[in-house]
Antibody, heavy 117, light 107 residues
Framework: EVQLVESGGGLVQPGGSLRLSCAASGFTFSSYWMSWVRQAPGKGLEWVAN????????YYVDSVKGRFTISRDNAKNSLYLQMNSLRAEDTAVYYC??????????WGQGTLVTVSS | DIQMTQSPSTLSASVGDRVTITCRAS??????LAWYQQKPGKAPKLLIY???SLESGVPSRFSGSGSGTEFTLTISSLQPDDFATYYC?????????FGGGTKVEIK
């Protein structure tokens, strides 16, 4: 059974940093692109970043470029999102998602990031 | 970036109704479109991919159609479990985008 479990969310002050993790199991992690998708409270879904199987290609939504970094450790079956210079508008539930042929076919349960003073 | 526009944003319907949701892309995305269902407090669930392919395990009352810039999600006979928010998503480019969502409410 495919499982994605996010962790690392919490309350952080504006300008601060946070690192999210996603532990994957039930599939060959190194064979799939992976993504982060977020959802601000009461709002819609927003794709944040993608990373290729070997980490050689990464793509970001414009609003996080230069501030967020997606990475992975295939030996640990783990996906990460390093978030720096956080802003109030980054407040959201962050989902880890497996990418299959461009589609988000499996999702984690999400971790809440709150940026507030 | 490709913009995705869904309509309506809210839809009130009754059990048994036929429901149609529309998604428009700002440029042609061929058939690279997926639909997701999300219930409050839960992660989204994949329903349809490549515009009209039904994900395994999804009831056949859900169907998708369209290509290019205009797409539809149809629920042939709305069931109590279908009251949720639905999102379209394009994957024509590495920069993925979602529609704003359509909330299907009980009439």
């Amino acid at each position: 059974e495919v499982q994605l479990v996010e962790s690392g969310g919490g309350l952080v002050q504006p300008g601060g940093s946070l690192r999210l993790s996603c532990a994957a199991s039930g599939f060959t992690f190194s064979s799939y692109w992976m993504s982060w998708v977020r959802q601000a409270p009461g709002k819609g879904l927003e794709w944040v970043a993608n990373i290729k199987q070997d980490g050689s290609e990464k793509y970001y939504v414009d609003s996080v470029k230069g501030r967020f970094t997606i990475s992975r450790d295939n030996a640990k079956n783990s996906l990460y999102l390093q978030m720096n210079s956080l802003r109030a508008e980054d407040t959201a539930v962050y989902y880890c998602a497996r990418v299959w042929n461009g589609i988000f076919d499996y999702w984690g349960q999400g971790t809440l990031v709150t940026v507030s003073s | 970036d490709i913009q995705m526009t869904q309509s309506p944003s809210t839809l009130s319907a009754s059990v048994g109704d036929r429901v149609t949701i529309t998604c428009r892309a700002s440029q042609s995305i061929s058939s690279w479109l997926a639909w997701y269902q999300q219930k409050p407090g839960k992660a989204p669930k994949l329903l349809i991919y490549k515009a009209s392919s039904l994900e395994s395990g999804v009831p056949s009352r859900f169907s998708g159609s369209g290509s290019g810039t205009e797409f539809t999600l149809t629920i042939s006979s709305l069931q109590p479990d279908d009251f949720a928010t639905y999102y379209c998503q394009q994957y024509n480019s590495y920069s993925r985008t979602f529609g704003g969502g359509t909330k299907v409410e009980i009439k």
